[in-house]
């Protein structure tokens, strides 16, 4: 699961690269609902997975939900009803069936921390950062540890990415440099499609 502290950080983004680097099958599941636009697909309608997570609906209808991003890697949109409090069994429910036939779960949860059950159940919790002081400020009352961080590295920040570790509680997983290519991607609806070379290097450790 992949979260921020402040918009803007990048954390839709190293998600959705996270599942194209990652080897297939791959499910991304968007909490957040920018996952479509970063990855050039056209903006679905209907229900997604958030009406499926306040429902009782089968998890075979959470599949079905499914959108075709790449070979192998599929989405599962946001939808529209944001969800408040869901039992940690629904997110179980969830997790097991997106996971089945060993595919890889990534979860872009949005700004903030994930919920709680999620952050739980997942095998790590990203925390996708810039050298932020303000955004550092949120990570640390979050009041959620994430397993790792993800330092989107920008030029001229005086925040180490040490700095970082040491306030958040929690190891660099990965550092992923500011690169136009990978901006000019997401702008054209091209990173689904040609995920640039520059962030995959960047993201094997995460991967
Ligand atoms: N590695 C990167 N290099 C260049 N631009 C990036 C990179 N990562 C994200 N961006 C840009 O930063 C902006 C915010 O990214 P996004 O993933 O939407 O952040 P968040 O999901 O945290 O709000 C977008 O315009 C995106 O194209
Ligand atoms: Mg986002």
């Known amino acids: 699961v992949c979260w921020g502290a402040k918009g803007g950080s990048g954390t839709t983004v190293v998600a959705a690269a996270l599942g194209l680097c990652l080897p297939p099958p791959v499910m991304l599941v968007d909490l957040a609902g920018d996952m479509p636009a970063v990855l050039g697909l056209s903006e679905p309608a209907g229900p997604g997975v958030h009406e499926w997570l306040i429902s009782t609906a089968p998890a075979q ?24 409090e869901i039992g940690v069994e629904r997110w179980d429910t969830l997790v097991t069936a ?44 979050a009041g959620v540890c994430p397993s790792g961080v993800v330092l989107v590295d920008e030029p001229g ?49 995460a991967a």
Do not use: F, K, N
């Not at 939900?65 to 408040?84: D, F, K, Q, S, W």
């Not at 054209?188 to 993201?203: F, K, N, V, Y």
């Open 98 to 141: 997106l996971t089945a036939d060993d595919h890889h779960l990534i979860v872009d949860a949005g700004t903030g921390p994930p919920p709680a059950a999620l952050h739980e159940l997942a095998d790590r919790s990203l925390l996708v950062i810039r050298a932020c002081y303000l955004a550092l400020r949120r990570a640390v009352t």
């Open 157 to 205: 920040r005086a925040l180490r990415a040490v700095d970082i570790e040491t306030a958040v509680g929690a190891p660099l997983v990965a550092t992923v440099a500011i690169d136009p290519t990978v901006a000019r991607a997401v702008d054209a609806g091209l990173l689904a499609s040609r995920l640039p070379r520059s962030i995959q290097r960047d993201l094997r450790g």
């Open 61 to 84: 209808q959470l599949l079905e939900l499914g959108v075709h991003v790449a070979a192998g890697v599929t989405l599962i949109p946001a939808g529209r009803h944001r969800t408040e």
